[in-house]
C-alpha cells in the first residue's frame, strides 16, 4: 500500500501540530495535583495529544498522567509504537526561541523536535492515513505516549502495571535504518563533604549541566581569596591559561570572582560530541587550587573523568563487537547545604559487568571524599538481525529510500527496551546531525513528510489482515 498522497496532502496540518506540540514546555517538573504526576506542562502535552485522537475518531486512554495511547484496529495481537513528550530544557543560545515552533529554512526548530515530538506527530498522522484510507487490519495498533523518558522512565513502569505489553513494535526515538542492540545504562549519583575549610583559597560554590544524560553546556564556580592581591594573582592565573569558554567576573561581596564556563550541549549517549562545561571549568580552576573537601571534588573531576568519555580514567573503559565502547557523561554537579552531588551516565557494551563497574568507581571515588548514593542501571537489549520485526522493517524502509544499509547499535536507550520484541526505528536518517538535547534542534519539513511515509507503511506491514 501507498499511502503518499494522503499524507501530502496532511503536511500543513502536520506542521501545525507539530508547532501546537513543541510550544507546550514539556520539561518535567514538581507533580501538579492527580493527573500530573511530572509537572503541569507534560500533563498538557499529553491531554493535546489524546484530545487530537479523539476528533480523528481514535480509541484513547490517559493512565493518570503517567502515560497515554490511542488505538485504532481490531483483533488479538496487539502493534506498539511507543514514544515520548517530555523534553530536556531548553538551555540558551537558540537562533529561535525554543518553544515557538519556528519554520525556517525548510525546519521547524523547537525542543522537543526531534526527540521525540516530531515523530510523535509523524507516527500519529501516519496512524491516520491508516484509518482514513480504509484498509483492513488484523490487528490492533497502539500509540503510546510516554511521559518521562527522560529522567527515569516511570511512565512505562506505571502503563505496563495497568495495560498489556504489546506483541511487537518500534519506538521512533533514534535513526534510521533502524537500531536493533542497545548497550546496557547506569546512573549513578555521588556524594561527598563539601564545607570550604582549609586556609588560602576557598571554593564557595561549583555547579553546572541540567539532565545527567545531557553534556553540560554551562558550568560556573565562585572563589573566595585572603586578600586583594590574592586576587589579582589568581585572575591573572585562570586568564594565562587561555581556555576558550573561560570567563572570569568579579563580584560585589570582597575579594570574590565568578569563573564561567561555556561548552556543547549534546546527547549523553554521545558525550564526544559535546564540550563538557563542568569538566572545562574543573580545569580551568588547577592553577588556583586550594585545599578542602569540594576542592577534592573539583580534583576527582579533573584526575578521573577529564575530557575522556571512555571511563578510562575509572578504571571501566571497555568495549565489545556487539555494542561498541563504554560512555561516560558528567551531567550534573551541585552545591548546597554543606554537601556536593554529581551524576553520571554510564552506557555499557552488553559484555560488561554492572557490578564490576560500579566496585571500580566506588574505589576510586573513595580518596576524593566522595561515595556513590544512588544507582540505577537497565540491561542491554537486542534483537538479532533474522527477527521478524527487523526484517520488515528494514524491508519498508529500504524500499522507500532506497538504502541499503545494515542495522546498528547504539549507546542510546529508547523504549524499545521496555518492548522487549522492540527496536528503535528512526527518525535520523544516515550522515544526519545529531540534533538530540542540543539548542537549535529541529525536524526538517521534507524527514518529517518522508518519516510519515515510511510509518505508515511499516504499521500496515505489521498490522495488515493475513
Known sequence: MDFSDRIQKEQAEMISTLQELIAIPSVKAAPAGAGAPFGPEIARALEYVLAWGERQGFTTKNLSGYAGHLEYGTGEKLVGVLVHLDVVPAGEGWRYPPFSGTVADGKIYGRGAIDDKGPAVAVMYALKAL?????????????????DEESGWRCMEHYFQHERKPDYGFTPDAYFPLINSEKGQMALKFEGEAAPGGDGIVLRTFSGGTRRNVVPENAE?????????GLERGRAALLAQGIDGIEVLDLPEKNQLKVRARGVSAHGSTPELGDNAVIKLAQALAPVEGRGNLWAAVRFLRERIGRETDGRGLGIACQDEVSGALTLNLGVVRTGAGKVWMEVDIRSPHSANHEAIKKKVAAHLQPYGLKIVESRTMAPHYLPVDHHLVQVLLQVYREETGDQSPPVATGGRTYAATLGNGVAFGPGFPGQPEMAHQKDEYFAVDDLMTCTRIYAKALYALAKAE
Do not use: E, H, Q
Open 131 to 147: 484509518k482514513d484510507s480504509g484498509v483492513k487490519l488484523g490487528k490492533k495498533i497502539r500509540i503510546i505516549f510516554g511521559c
Open 221 to 229: 564556580a565562585v572563589l573566595v581569596f585572603p586578600d586583594p592581591a
